[in-house]
Nanobody, 115 residues
Framework: QVQLVESGGGLVQPGGSLRLSCAAS????????MGWYRQAPGQSRKAVAR?????RLYYPDSVKGRVTISFVQNTLYLQMDSLKPDDTAVYYC???????????WGQGTQVTVSS
């Protein structure tokens, strides 16, 4: 069983930085399949940064150049810089087990970008 626990959210001013962490436990063989998603009020959940199943990195254009994903000692990180009010959302840690076609989610952490 995989468990994901996020931390690091909070209130930050526009232009500021924030680092989110996700402690992962259970059967996770590598960083492949791990990622961050976010969901703003009234919107669908969208990928922010992912390690694809083949190991490649994915960043959508909306955050490219401003966020960096990393995976160190079973902890997934999301470094976010130059934050904008549009980045306000609940951020979720995700692991997609491609061998079982199962998604695992953390509980989410709120990020609010506001002056």
């Amino acid at each position: 069983q995989v468990q994901l626990v996020e931390s690091g959210g909070g209130l930050v001013q526009p232009g500021g930085s924030l680092r989110l962490s996700c402690a992962a436990s259970g059967s996770i063989p590598s960083r492949n399949g791990m990622g961050w998603y976010r969901q703003a009020p009234g919107q669908s959940r969208k990928a922010v940064a992912r390690f694809l199943s083949d190991g490649r990195l994915y960043y959508p254009d909306s955050v490219k150049g401003r966020v960096t994903i990393s995976f160190v000692q079973n902890t997934l990180y999301l470094q976010m810089d130059s934050l904008k009010p549009d980045d306000t959302a609940v951020y979720y840690c995700n692991y997609f087990d491609s061998s079982r076609q199962v998604d695992y989610w953390g509980q989410g952490t709120q990020v609010t970008v506001s002056s």
